[in-house]
């Protein structure tokens, strides 16, 4: 399974082992074997103790079958892999601000001073 192959996820918010099974192309024991060695992979419990994957879960799920299976990784390259992808995503978010902020904070501070001045100039007319 290729990531273009990747599969359509059904509008939910809980999965049951069993549909993840499926929608990943594994066994069972092999996402229960993959939450031992991924410990970023943790679905939550039901009442009686079924587990129960959130769409994020599937989705890391989806990325980890395709670096072992397709991709080749090992477990170990595979985990660094993730990683680095995900302090890939964190840098990526903190450069989501607005150029010359270094915080949210200071970009917020900046959008409220600017709303501020339109509700006074819209408050002169």
């Known amino acids: 399974m290729s990531s273009a192959a990747r599969p359509e996820l059904p509008e939910k918010l ?37 587990r129960l994957y959130r769409r994020r879960d599937v989705e890391l799920l989806l990325e980890i079958r395709r670096l072992l299976y397709d991709e080749r990784f090992t477990i170990e390259g595979a985990k660094k ?25 200071e970009a917020l501070l900046k959008l409220k001073r600017e709303v501020e001045s339109l509700y006074k100039l819209l408050a002169r007319e």
């Open 14 to 50: 809980y999965f049951k082992i069993g549909e993840v099974a499926k929608i990943v192309g594994v066994k069972p024991y092999v996402l229960r074997y993959w939450e031992t060695e991924f410990s970023i992979v943790r679905p939550g419990k039901s009442r009686s103790q079924h």
């Open 81 to 105: 892999h993730l990683k680095v992808a995900g302090k890939t995503q964190e840098k990526k978010k903190q450069l989501a601000l607005p150029l010359g902020e270094r915080t949210y904070r």
